[in-house]
């Protein structure tokens, strides 16, 4: 069997932290099995779906590289087809025009519910029974008596009795198909073999087989994913944060951490955390999928990425760091080696946006010292150790950080001071601050020309320092 799973979207917001949970799961276990990966935007609700939902869904999987095998296919496009399933459910007996008014359905409802009994139609037009000039829409003949069983991978078997379930609607009035009937008709007419979704759509589950054997058709199998919540135990939802998968990207993670964070949630494999994209593919199954539902823990996705800009190529950090350069009006062309600018800083800094922030200086010239940095490294007897400084480094052949280095040292040395009264006055003088990397890191990505004139503007601003 060819294994083809699917991620099903509606767009009708971002792409958020669960749906790209649910759209991993479903292209691991594609790419686990040499499958296929379907993507599919649920777009009939056309007053809920907009353009803006779809192309931010459409960024957020290319982000996580999620890439899909097919698609992605839009539901929209695909109402002839919806209609031809319709009338073939028509025609078959499997389903019926109800003329029920509004009012009349509103008042059924308020009945069951005072009642205390579940609200469902009760599939009056079933029976041929209709109200005169009123709006028409199709039903679907849901077997009246019987069970439904659902034998969920992750969750096991499933009992649903058709009694509990009514007779849904599949065409609105305007004929337009509703969400059951669309899934229905596309998980079948895509052969998709694995349904993985969230445990949310367990009800339409039942609804969705017994249409599917009213068709005729196979049954895929499923996973329905336990829900994920906040650190307050409740759905996780906005007011817990970031949801969204680009807010992730803004914040400064890298899609490969966000992606490793949430394959743990909800499954594991022993206690392993850090897992490499090759080891997700190999390593998951939809067996080892939790029942309960499992906390966002942001903490701990900070620490992964961190782990992730630590340990992984810094050319594909340096990559992802050029966005973030960019957002914050850095020109990552004017200065230090972005490669090796990543090694020297990434084990300081937890999100890209704070290793952009804290490199800004290797590539643009800063306006001001950081005063309490300036306060405590630039004395009147500074200026001699900077001079002193700028005389033999502009003297060296080779613009390396060990000769850079031995100068240090050795200008500490004959000046009888402490190497941090000669590194730390000129790291303020070169970085602006009183954070960078070690002194002939700094010095050396930082390059000739930078370091040059910047001691000697401090040299300058320590003299005016003087005169006031
Ligand atoms: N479009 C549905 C949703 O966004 C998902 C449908 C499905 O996975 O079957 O919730």
């Not at 029976?127 to 019987?146: A, C, L, M, Q, Y």
């Not at 759905?235 to 743990?264: C, I, T």
């Not at 990543?342 to 952009?356: G, H, S």
């Amino acid at each position: 069997m060819t294994i083809k799973t699917r991620f099903a979207p509606s767009p009708t917001g971002y792409l958020h932290v669960g749906g790209a949970r649910t759209a991993l799961f479903s292209w691991l276990y594609a790419k686990k099995h040499q499958g296929k990966f379907v993507l599919r935007i649920e777009d009939t609700d056309l007053e809920r779906s907009t353009q803006a939902s779809v192309d931010a869904i459409l960024e957020g999987m290319q982000w996580l590289g999620l890439e899909h095998d097919e698609g992605p296919f839009y539901q929209t496009q695909r109402f002839d087809r919806y209609k031809t399933i319709i009338q073939q459910l028509l025609d078959q007996g499997h389903a019926y025009y109800c003329r029920c008014t509004k009012e009349r359905l509103d008042e059924m409802r308020d009945t069951q519910k005072q009642q205390k009994q579940k609200p469902r139609y009760d599939g009056r037009c079933r029976h041929g029974i209709s109200d005169e000039n009123v709006e028409t829409v199709i039903r679907f003949k849901n077997p009246e008596s019987g069970e439904v069983v659902i034998h969920d991978v992750v969750k096991g078997k499933i009992t649903l009795q058709n009694k509990e379930l009514d007779d849904l609607i599949i065409a609105r009035s305007d004929g337009s198909p509703t969400y059951n009937l669309t899934v229905v008709v596309d998980d079948m007419d895509m052969k998709i073999s694995h349904v993985i979704r969230g445990d949310d759509h367990l009800n339409n589950t039942a609804r969705q087989i017994n249409i599917l054997n009213a068709l005729e058709s196979d049954l895929p199998q499923y996973a329905h994913l336990p829900m994920i919540l906040g650190d307050d135990g409740a759905r996780l939802s906005k007011r817990h944060g970031a949801v969204s998968v680009m807010q992730y990207r803004d914040d400064g993670f890298l899609p490969e951490a966000l992606l490793n964070y949430l394959v743990r949630l909800g499954w594991s494999h022993g206690d392993q955390e850090v897992f490499s994209m090759e080891e997700m593919i190999n390593l998951f199954d939809l067996k080892d999928v939790n029942v309960a539902a499992s906390a966002f823990n942001s903490e701990k996705l900070l620490w992964l990425n961190h782990q992730y800009i630590m340990n992984s190529a810094p050319e594909m950090v340096a990559k992802h760091l050029v966005w973030h350069l960019e957002q914050q009006n850095i020109d990552p062309k004017n200065g230090a080696d972005l490669v090796l600018m990543v090694q020297a800083q990434r084990e300081r800094c937890k999100t890209l946006v704070e290793m952009a922030k804290a490199s800004r200086y290797f590539y643009s010239d800063f306006e001001q010292y950081d005063p309490k940095a300036a306060k405590k490294n630039f004395k009147a007897a500074t200026e001699m150790v900077l001079q002193s400084l700028l005389d033999q480094f502009s003297a060296i052949d080779i613009w390396d950080g060990d000769a850079l280095h031995q100068i240090v040292l050795k200008t500490a040395e004959t000046m009888e001071l402490k190497l941090g009264k000669v590194a730390q006055p000129l790291r303020v003088a070169v970085c602006g601050g009183s954070v960078s990397p070690s002194i002939d890191i700094t010095l050396s990505l930082l390059g000739r020309e930078k370091v040059l004139t910047r001691i000697q503007t401090a040299i300058n601003y320590i003299k005016n320092l003087d005169n006031e």
